[in-house]
């Protein structure tokens, strides 16, 4: 798990809890290189004070999202989650209606905790079939609406096709697309950090 703080202790300041799998997690690369750790330091560039806890795991899904979350809330008090889950269970086959309830049980622990939850939307290769699409993917959406959630677009869907930001599998971003999902990340979370 990366940690990094950027506050001053005399400062009061926000907390990010970035809690997702592999596409947080710096998959294949260098914890530093990985997104949530570029997003940090464009905040500290900013001036912003947030202390930024990447607590994704690569591999990850909403079933051990459920287990670790708890902990994390308890020990970090994060004014802001960013939910970044579900691919993997999309990626296994696993009921839609399973992911939903997962996603939503997370997101009722974050708020009974005091934090602000922002969803991240989650698309599958099309090769799962369009029905099964299209029920993984309606998932993000009501929540998003049921539980009236920022819903982060998919940042890895702006890669796809672009020469050098996708790893072979068609999966992952490289090193080099990690600049590029920070600076959406911090654009979509910008107005919901303290000013």
Known sequence: MLLVSLVSPVVLADTLLILGDSLSAGYRMR????????????WQREGRQVTVVNASVSGDTTQGGLQRLPPLLQRHQPSLVLLELGGNDGL????PGHIERNLDR????ANNAGARVVLTD????????RR??????????????????P???FFVAP???RNGMMMDDGIHPTAAAQPLIARQVSRFLAPYLTP
Do not use: K, M
């Not at 699409?133 to 959630?149: I, K, N, P, T, Y």
């Open 31 to 42: 914890s530093d290189q990985a997104w949530p750790h570029l997003l940090a330091e464009q």
């Open 92 to 95: 296994r086959g696993l009921p």
């Open 106 to 109: 997370l997101i009722t622990l």
């Open 122 to 129: 989650i698309q599958l290769p099309p090769n799962y079939g």
């Open 132 to 149: 099964y699409l299209q029920q993984f993917e309606g998932v993000f959406s009501r929540l998003a609406d049921q539980h009236q959630l």
């Open 151 to 153: 819903l982060l677009p």
């Open 159 to 161: 890669l796809i096709g």
